[in-house]
């Protein structure tokens, strides 16, 4: 097989890679040494910003199949037929931790999907639990603080992230998640995923529902115990990432199997709870689970960074026959995440091979940071032109519709919808078995012993009267075994 010249960045052949240019051979090093120059300068710019989020993850390459017929909900091209298939990425992660972090640290888990279709590309981005800690994405960035490092000792601090879930009982259902054995999962293959809000789904006679997506694991769910999980992140804080890898190179092909739940909008304005709110839940049998299709993830991208690094994901991806919905943090993550990415990576982003779109893409849109006109060439920058073919194309017009109230305020998130203890008492009383309420309980006094500070009392006992006023038990234990005294105030305390 024939060599290949090594070359500089502009194609120029070159020889001396391995020692600089010097005068004698123990004199200075030469400034007009450029491939030196060119080496040391692209190496020191080799990173991008990690997230602010989601820093720590993985991905892989696959394909999403449609199994199932749900053409009356939706006209979107991909689900117009069963069979029909699209090549996908998926990028698994941690949420609070560093990109150095360890994958097997209590967190949630990012569950961002990209469909690549032949309508554009389909971002779908959750998690692996179907609620959240906060209901409006104002609270975002301070919820987010609270989970990273004090400004002070730069260190993380049970204090403030206890302190925060405590003022905000909205958070109680997503930190009994957490706490329990499904916040340390046995990496990403034996773990549920959620698009966790609510979207919208529209068919060809422009009627309009609701819908939530779920993606069960063909694995099986598996979760270390919290002993398991803090041993693991010691001796390999990438085991998430080598077991995804392995399994995928040795032809153990991760599989799941979504769903989606749906309720039309007159069901939407008798249901018991706001439907837009991503801190509950519908429940299954008032909503069943109708199956639709099933990821495959058969492909480790050659190289990491390129690929997952580079990724961007957002929800304001969406494509005609999906949209959004009311929800307050969907409705902010819409702006936030392309925002993000735009500061990350760069405007132009969209052109990179990870995120482009395979089909086609057609705007006006040019210049910036790394833009590649070899698609454009001298095409018109400008709309509308006498000189492209570019036409709008009304089919694929915005679905309209009535705002139910013309007031414009800073509505109070929690006003008629301040159920925040339904929903977390069922899951633990319901939902979870014995061995589950258990880990739970040592899990959360294990955290809660964590906090210190002249507002230790004061935080410990707000938070107890929530896991009260969930479930009499589960407050009983976490108290007992942090050795608070109890008074019927503190189980009858409402804030």
């Not at 929530?466 to 108290?479: C, P, T, Y």
């Amino acid at each position: 097989m024939d060599s290949k010249k090594l070359t500089l960045s502009n194609g120029t052949p070159y020889f001396e890679h391995q020692d600089s240019q010097t005068v004698g051979p123990r004199g200075p090093v030469l400034l007009q040494d450029f491939v030196l120059q060119e080496n040391l300068a692209h190496f020191v710019r080799e990173r991008i910003p990690e997230r602010i989020v989601h820093a720590k993850g993985s991905g892989a390459y696959g394909t999403f199949t449609v199994t199932h017929d749900i053409t009356q909900y939706t006209k979107a091209k991909i689900f117009s037929k069963v069979g029909n298939s699209c090549r996908m990425f998926a990028r698994f992660s941690t949420v609070g931790g560093e990109k150095g972090s360890a994958d097997t640290a209590r967190d949630p888990r990012g569950f961002a999907l990209k469909f690549y279709t032949e309508d554009g590309n389909w971002d779908l981005v959750g998690n692996n639990t179907p609620v959240f800690f906060i209901k409006d994405a104002k609270k975002f960035p301070d919820f987010i603080h609270t989970q990273k490092r004090v400004p002070k000792t730069n260190l993380k601090s049970a204090t403030m992230m206890w302190d925060f879930w405590s003022l905000n009982p909205e958070s109680l259902h997503q930190v009994l998640i957490l706490m329990s054995d499904r916040g340390t999962p046995y990496g990403y293959r034996h773990m549920h995923g959620f698009g966790s809000h609510t979207f919208s789904m529209i068919n060809d006679h422009n009627e309009r529902v609701w819908v939530k997506f779920h993606f069960k694991t063909k694995q099986g769910v598996k979760n270390f115990t919290d002993e398991e999980a803090v041993k693991m992140a010691g001796e390999n804080p990438d085991f998430a990432q080598e077991d995804l890898c392995n399994a995928i190179e040795n032809g153990n092909f991760p599989k799941w199997t979504m769903y989606i739940q749906v309720m039309t909008e007159e069901q939407a304005k008798d249901f018991r709870w706001n439907p837009f709110d991503v801190t509950k839940v519908w429940f299954h049998d008032d909503f069943p689970l109708i199956e639709v299709g099933e990821m495959e993830l058969n492909e480790v991208p050659v190289n990491y960074f390129a690929h997952v690094e580079q990724s961007t994901f957002s929800p304001s991806n969406l494509i005609n026959g999906i949209s959004f919905s009311p929800d307050k943090m969907l409705q902010g993550r819409l702006f936030s995440y392309p925002d993000a990415h735009r500061y990350r990576v760069g405007v132009n982003a969209h052109q990179l091979e990870v995120n482009r779109c395979p089909f086609a893409v057609n705007n006006y849109q040019r210049d910036g940071y790394m833009a590649d006109s070899s698609h454009y060439l001298d095409k018109p920058n400008y709309h509308p032109n006498s000189f492209d073919d570019i036409k709008p194309d009304p089919s694929y017009k915005n679905y309209e519709y009535e705002l139910d109230s013309a007031h414009v305020a800073n509505y109070n998130r929690n006003e008629n919808d301040s159920d925040h203890y339904t929903q977390p008492g069922l899951l633990y009383s319901k939902a979870m078995n014995a061995e589950d309420r258990d880990h739970l309980v040592k899990n959360i006094v294990g955290s809660m012993k964590g906090i210190d500070g002249p507002k230790k009392e004061e935080i410990i006992n707000r938070q107890l009267c929530h896991f009260f006023r969930a479930n009499i038990e589960l407050g009983m234990k976490v108290a007992s075994q942090l050795n608070v005294n109890i008074d019927a105030n503190m189980m009858n305390h409402s804030k």
